[in-house]
């Protein structure tokens, strides 16, 4: 909190006006008794004598009830000074009132009482003083993003208009786990935000404030059930705010101001185009709806002052809406033969002009006070290449010259530059040799150049040179990139976003990466860029039909001390011990498989498995005493590793023939040798020594689809294997490679309404699927296995990708009861793990929830585990600990009655 110093001067100078005059000449008095804030200028003398008798007697009082509560305070009488402050604070003087507000505010945030004290300041951070306001900015910062028990218990609506002001120091790190995982904030109780929370700080890497979140009391619930130990942080950046847009996929966004306030415009795969607060989130009216199909693009402008939206879309219209009434200004503009692909706006002639372009190669220009075309259609030149080259995807405007002019990209790789004017091209194409690139436009010292993004690379490009500006923008792999461009003092930046949902600040100038986010679930589909108060803004529109806000740092300041990790979303995690340390070993759809110090998270080293494929499973075993990592996926064969070294252990296992690529794997022992148990595409399965590489028998047939999950047990003393394809569950003989019993599965699934052959009178045999619809879709499959000793009984838990689990008796080929919904939307992980000393099953799903069940009464133990992002692991490790991939993260979590928050005296070193 600032001194105070200054601000006691103004009373000091107040109150020796009441006895004499100001030598300096008093301001002048208000026209009436109501204007309190014309005349109350305390940084100057005030002569009393010159106000209003009220006033001056009022103004006198509340600056004494102020002087008076700064030596209360002085002596420790804390409860008259905030006696004092609180009669102040309730004056019409400004800014009196304000310092009174600084005051009070900072008294109750010192004894502990946060929420009150922070809603003292946010009064006082909109009065008049700008030095008062700096002060109780920092205030606001300094105690709301460093207080647990308030980051927990707070509403979201209260704290996210104060991230702002939290942008130094321990504020900032607060600050940017609280973002982190915003777009679960909103819905989510107190208890669950502690546990989204604490996880976050843990992937900042800062250990006090996972503390201080942790030991937060939440009314009427217990502490979490789940500490988290540590985390990676490959995946940080939060938004501001995060919000469920449309029924299906965010596909185009501009920004524009409406009623005085500045909104986004959104349009989507359900054919409607919305309107969104930029400072809440909050929707605005109602949906205006009217395309039948994805709308690609929207821009924005003024017609006549006021606010109007242009959108193309794939049912081959454009539209224009007055944003202000949400009503379309003309029936649909139509023209275009094939789907509209970009819009933009310029002025043309003195009168404002949408401008659209389409798969059917041509760029069109529209009246938008009239709805006619103007001129003649600007065609793409003919190509002796695929006609797929010459759609147009994407375009912009600009201005050259003192000419207005349209920059489109076509599939081609080419940037082409059309006169509006004239209506034909301005400038010679400019071709980037790659498909489909992205664009928009950014003026770069009084010039327009244009920001395009392919391929795993964005440039800039000075348009009326033809030539590149700065440096290559590089990812590092090659993914197809949706780009906006905004400035920062003064200077261009560029955004990068791809399907991973990452989301990147450049500086075009050096090419290297200011800042990043994470837009979660769905994929970036599409990319706005602003500036406010002179900081950009992104915004981000997401294939899970979501829209978020982005307010990137652009000082290349580091947040907190995260650890770092994989490159994309993890699918595997199981535990090694290596030299008596046990360390957790991951593996990802980036090719790689790491290693991690379970106890304290520390990386232990890298296995670079095949950075073209992705690592899909893992296994651990123990070959002539030295353990050995097992890591399939993408390829016909399984890979071993020496986790001591991080070098092969041995030949690649080659599961050759017709069997395919690996998918999943296992291990147990089968007399006295680790074996391993592979299954693949064309459901075979194999059988390896892991000393010798050897083939154990001859693939046993049976699966009719690809073997997606093993597991291994043992029946009657027989250790088995349990594979699985999407729709049935085999048990194999380990040492003979015989069945054992015939299949087993799921119950049929049960149509709704009519018997499963009814077929509809009006049904027509020759009906084709229409092209939206997944023609894969044969139902719900099995995707996963995990088996467990209960009370001296082998069981299997048989997960499908709908959420249902199914547990059987191996022995008795008998399932322990119905299916039974272990996810909400997806189940993409499972495992055995002990829970009070006794097996219980844990689920993951897409959602990021993950649950445990008791294997006897498959009731579910204790609460959800919620996680930012969709689960993709799940393993035991000793002292019951959880480890846990979501996203591209790994986390451990120890459990409540064992573990000490991370941090504390007790926490693991």
Same mark, same amino acid.
């Given at each position: 909190?600032a001194?105070?110093?200054?601000?006691?001067?103004?009373?000091?100078?107040l109150?020796g006006g009441r006895?004499?005059r100001?030598?300096?000449?008093a301001?002048?008095?208000?026209?009436?008794?109501?204007?309190?804030?014309?005349?109350?200028r305390p940084?100057?003398?005030?002569?009393?004598?010159?106000?209003p008798?009220?006033?001056?007697?009022?103004?006198?009082?509340? %600056?004494?009830?102020?002087e %008076?509560a700064d030596?209360?305070?002085?002596?420790g009488?804390?409860?008259?000074?905030?006696?004092?402050?609180r009669?102040?604070?309730?004056?019409?003087?400004?800014?009196y009132?304000?310092?009174?507000?600084?005051?009070?505010g900072g008294?109750?945030?010192e004894d502990?009482?946060?929420?009150?004290?922070?809603?003292?300041?946010l009064?006082?951070v909109? #009065?008049?003083?700008?030095?008062?306001?700096?002060?109780v900015?920092?205030?606001?910062?300094?105690?709301?993003?460093?207080?647990?028990?308030?980051?927990?218990?707070?509403?979201?609506?209260?704290?996210l208009?104060?991230?702002?002001?939290?942008?130094?120091g321990?504020?900032r790190?607060?600050?940017?786990?609280?973002e982190a995982?915003?777009h679960?904030?909103r819905?989510?109780?107190?208890?669950?935000?502690?546990?989204?929370?604490?996880?976050?700080a843990a992937?900042?890497?800062?250990?006090?404030?996972l503390?201080?979140?942790?030991a937060?009391?939440?009314?009427?619930?217990p502490?979490p059930?789940?500490?988290?130990?540590?985390a990676?942080?490959?995946?940080?950046?939060g938004?501001?705010?995060? !919000?469920?847009?449309?029924?299906?996929?965010?596909?185009a966004l501009?920004?524009?101001?409406?009623?005085?306030?500045?909104v !986004?415009?959104?349009?989507?795969?359900d054919?409607?185009?919305?309107l969104?607060d930029l400072?809440t989130g909050?929707?605005? &009216?109602e949906?205006m709806?009217?395309?039948?199909?994805?709308?690609?693009?929207?821009?924005a402008t003024?017609?006549n002052g006021?606010?109007?939206?242009?959108s193309a879309?794939r049912?081959?219209?454009?539209?224009i809406w007055?944003?202000?009434?949400?009503?379309p200004?003309?029936?649909p503009?139509?023209?275009?033969?094939?789907?509209v692909?970009?819009?933009?706006?310029?002025t043309l002639?003195?009168?404002?002009?949408a401008?659209?372009?389409?798969?059917?190669?041509?760029?069109?220009?529209?009246?938008?006070?009239?709805?006619?075309a103007?001129?003649?259609p600007m065609?793409?030149?003919p190509?002796?290449?695929?006609?797929?080259?010459s759609?147009?995807?994407?375009?912009?405007?600009?201005?050259?010259?003192r000419?207005?002019v349209?920059?489109?990209?076509?599939m081609?790789?080419?940037?082409?530059v059309?006169?509006l004017?004239? $209506?034909r091209?301005f400038?010679?194409?400019?071709?980037?040799g790659f498909?489909g690139?992205?664009? %928009?436009?950014?003026?770069?010292?009084?010039?327009?150049?244009?920001a395009?993004?392919?391929?795993g690379?964005?440039?800039?490009?000075d348009?009326?040179?033809?030539?590149?500006l700065?440096e290559?923008m590089?990812?590092?792999?090659?993914?197809?990139?949706?780009?906006?461009?905004?400035?920062?003092g003064?200077a261009?930046?560029?955004?990068?976003?791809?399907?991973?949902?990452?989301?990147?600040?450049?500086d075009?100038?050096?090419?290297?990466?200011?800042?990043? %986010?994470?837009?979660?679930?769905?994929?970036?589909?599409?990319?706005?860029?602003?500036?406010v108060?002179?900081?950009?803004?992104?915004?981000?529109g997401?294939?899970?039909?979501?829209v978020h806000?982005?307010?990137?740092?652009?000082d290349?300041?580091?947040? $907190?001390?995260?650890t770092?990790?994989?490159?994309?979303a993890?699918?595997?995690?199981?535990?090694v011990?290596?030299d008596g340390?046990?360390?957790?070993?991951?593996?990802g759809?980036?090719?790689?498989a790491?290693?991690?110090?379970?106890?304290?998270?520390?990386?232990?080293?890298?296995l670079?498995?095949?950075?073209?494929?992705p690592v899909?499973?893992?296994a651990?075993?123990?070959?002539?005493?030295?353990p050995?990592?097992?890591?399939?996926?993408?390829?016909?064969?399984?890979?071993?590793?020496?986790?001591a070294t991080?070098?092969?252990?041995?030949?690649?296992?080659a599961?050759? &023939?017709e069997?395919g690529?690996?998918?999943?794997?296992?291990?147990?022992?089968?007399?006295g040798?680790?074996?391993a148990?592979?299954?693949?595409?064309?459901?075979?399965?194999?059988v390896?020594d892991?000393?010798?590489?050897e083939?154990?028998?001859?693939p046993?047939?049976g699966?009719?689809?690809?073997v997606?999950?093993?597991?291994?047990a043992?029946?009657?003393?027989r250790?088995?294997?349990?594979t699985a394809?999407e729709?049935?569950?085999?048990?194999?003989d380990?040492?003979?490679?015989?069945?054992?019993?015939?299949?087993?599965?799921?119950p049929?699934?049960e149509?709704? #309404?009519?018997p499963?052959?009814?077929?509809?009178?009006d049904?027509?045999?020759?009906?084709?699927?229409?092209?939206?619809?997944?023609?894969?879709?044969?139902?719900?499959?099995?995707?996963?296995?995990?088996?467990?000793v209960?009370?001296g009984?082998?069981?299997?838990?048989? $997960?499908r990708?709908?959420?249902?689990?199914?547990?059987?008796?191996l022995?008795a080929?008998?399932?322990?009861?119905?299916?039974?919904?272990?996810?909400?939307?997806?189940?993409?992980?499972m495992?055995?793990?002990?829970?009070d000393?006794?097996?219980?099953?844990?689920? $993951? #799903?897409?959602?990021?929830?993950v649950?445990?069940w008791?294997?006897?009464?498959?009731?579910?133990l204790?609460?959800d585990?919620?996680?930012?992002?969709?689960v993709?692991?799940?393993?035991?490790a000793?002292?019951?600990r959880?480890?846990?991939?979501?996203g591209w993260?790994?986390?451990v979590?120890?459990?409540?009655?064992?573990?000490?928050p991370a941090?504390?005296a007790?926490?693991?070193?």
């Open positions: 909190m001194d105070s110093e200054e601000h006691r001067g103004w009373i000091g100078r109150l006895r004499t100001a030598e300096r000449g301001p002048p008095a208000p026209p009436t008794d109501e204007d309190r804030t014309a005349w109350a940084w100057e003398l005030v002569d009393l004598s010159t106000l008798p009220r006033l001056a007697e009022e103004m006198v009082e509340v %600056a004494a009830a102020i %008076a030596q209360a305070r002085d002596f009488e804390r409860a008259e000074a905030e006696r004092l402050l009669g102040a604070v309730t004056t019409t003087i400004d800014p009132r304000q310092l009174a507000e600084q005051r009070l008294l109750l945030a502990g009482r946060i929420a009150e004290g922070i809603a003292v300041w009064r006082a909109e #009065g008049p003083d700008p030095s008062l306001r700096r002060s900015a920092i205030s606001l910062g300094a105690y709301a993003f460093t207080d647990g028990p308030f980051l927990v218990n707070a509403d979201p609506a209260t704290l208009p104060l991230l702002p002001h939290a942008d130094w321990f504020p790190v607060g600050a940017a786990v609280y995982s915003a679960r904030h819905g989510a109780s107190a208890a669950v935000r502690r546990e989204l929370l604490a996880l976050d992937r900042y890497g800062d250990r006090e404030l503390a201080r979140i942790e937060a009391p939440v009314p009427g619930e502490g059930r789940r500490h988290v130990q540590w990676s942080g490959a995946q940080l950046g938004c501001r705010w995060s !919000v469920a847009g449309h029924e299906e996929g965010t596909s501009t920004t524009t101001t409406v009623d005085g306030r500045a !986004v415009v959104t349009g989507g795969d054919g409607a185009v919305r969104w400072a909050e929707p605005v &009216g949906p709806t009217g395309h039948t199909g994805q709308v690609c693009a929207v821009a003024r017609l006021r606010p109007v939206a242009v879309g049912d081959m219209t454009v539209r007055d944003l202000a009434a949400r009503r200004l003309h029936p503009l139509t023209g275009h033969t094939n789907w692909t970009g819009a933009a706006t310029a002639r003195g009168r404002p002009v401008v659209t372009c389409g798969d059917d190669q041509t760029v069109r220009v529209w009246d938008l006070a009239t709805g006619e103007v001129g003649t065609q793409e030149p190509r002796t290449a695929h006609f797929f080259h759609r147009l995807k994407t375009l912009a405007t600009a201005v050259i010259r000419r207005p349209a920059v489109t990209g076509d081609g790789g080419t940037l082409r059309w006169d004017a004239k $209506g091209e400038l010679p194409p400019l071709p980037l498909g690139p992205e664009l %928009a436009v950014v003026t770069v010292d009084g010039r327009p150049a244009a395009v993004g392919v391929w690379a964005a440039t800039l490009w348009l009326a040179a033809g030539r590149r700065g290559r590089l990812l590092g792999r090659d993914v197809q990139l949706e780009v906006a461009a905004t400035t920062a003064g261009p930046v560029v955004c990068t976003g791809d399907h991973s949902g990452m989301v990147r600040l450049w075009p100038a050096t090419g290297q990466q200011l800042s990043q %986010a994470f837009a979660p679930l769905g994929g970036t589909r599409a990319l706005a860029a602003t500036t108060d002179g900081r950009p803004v992104v915004l981000i997401t294939g899970d039909g979501r806000r982005w307010d990137p740092a652009t290349g300041r580091p947040v $907190g001390k995260p770092p990790g994989h490159g994309d993890v699918t595997a995690v199981t535990t011990e290596v340390t046990t360390l957790v070993a991951s593996a759809w980036d090719g790689t790491r290693l991690w110090d379970l106890a304290t998270g520390e990386a232990a080293g890298t670079a498995v095949n950075p073209r494929e899909r499973t893992m651990t075993a123990v070959v002539d005493g030295r050995v990592l097992l890591t399939a996926g993408g390829e016909p064969l399984a890979r071993r590793w020496d986790p991080g070098g092969p252990s041995g030949a690649p296992l599961h050759d &023939g069997a690529d690996v998918d999943a794997v296992a291990t147990t022992v089968l007399d040798r680790a074996v148990v592979a299954g693949g595409a064309n459901g075979l399965v194999r390896w892991l000393a010798t590489g083939v154990l028998h001859q046993p047939a699966h009719e689809s690809d997606c999950a093993v597991a291994t043992v029946v009657d003393g250790p088995v294997a349990v394809d729709s049935t569950v085999r048990v194999w380990l040492t003979s490679g015989a069945p054992l019993g015939g299949p087993f599965g799921f049929p699934d149509p709704a #309404g009519e499963a052959d009814a077929v509809p009178d049904a027509d045999e020759d009906d084709e699927l229409d092209d939206d619809e997944d023609e894969d879709d044969d139902g719900p499959c099995i995707e996963l296995l995990a088996a467990a209960v009370d009984r082998p069981l299997v838990a048989v $997960g990708d709908d959420g249902l689990v199914q547990v059987w008796d022995a080929r008998t399932p322990l009861g119905p299916p039974f919904p272990a996810a909400d939307d997806g189940l993409t992980a495992t055995v793990a002990p829970v000393g006794r097996p219980a099953l844990v689920t $993951g #799903g897409h959602d990021g929830t649950r445990t008791d294997l006897t009464t498959l009731a579910q204790g609460p585990l919620v996680l930012p992002l969709p993709g692991a799940l393993a035991p000793p002292a019951g959880l480890v846990v991939g979501f993260e790994v986390a979590f120890g459990p409540a009655e064992s573990a000490a941090g504390s007790d926490a693991p070193a």
